[in-house]
């Protein structure tokens, strides 16, 4: 299960991994502050894709396309697959510092990890990885 709470929203319980997915330290809080299990800058948008979009709702549609291409770095990729994995069965929570909570990078990255988790690795008898789909009886629910 995959949450978004904003930086400014006390840890709860509920929250299992939490991770701030922002290139930016959200401001005026202390790192000390801010309860997280890790940070991952790699899969914020770059600083020249977030300076365009400017949490301007007309340009969402298309800010998403352009999130999306630049997820597909391999850097970014691998981190999302972590996140993915991290998130089968278990709740991870995505921690963002937009005071827009309808268009920020968090939804967009919620919707990929949840794409990417529905589809877990298996091997082969020869030992190289294979994609398949979960059963429905598999998905958590």
Known sequence: MVK?????EPPSRGDGYRVLVERLW?????????????????VAPSGELRKWFGHDPARWREFK???????????????????AERATGRTLTLVFSSHDTEHNNAIVLKEHIERLARVRPSTTTAGLPVRRRRAPSDRAG
């Open 4 to 8: 978004l709470k904003r930086a400014y």
């Open 26 to 42: 959200p401001r005026g809080i202390k790192k000390q502050d801010l309860v997280l299990d890790e940070w991952r800058k790699e």
């Open 65 to 83: 396309l352009r999130y999306r291409d630049e997820l597909k770095v391999s850097e970014a990729s691998a981190a999302l697959r972590a996140l």
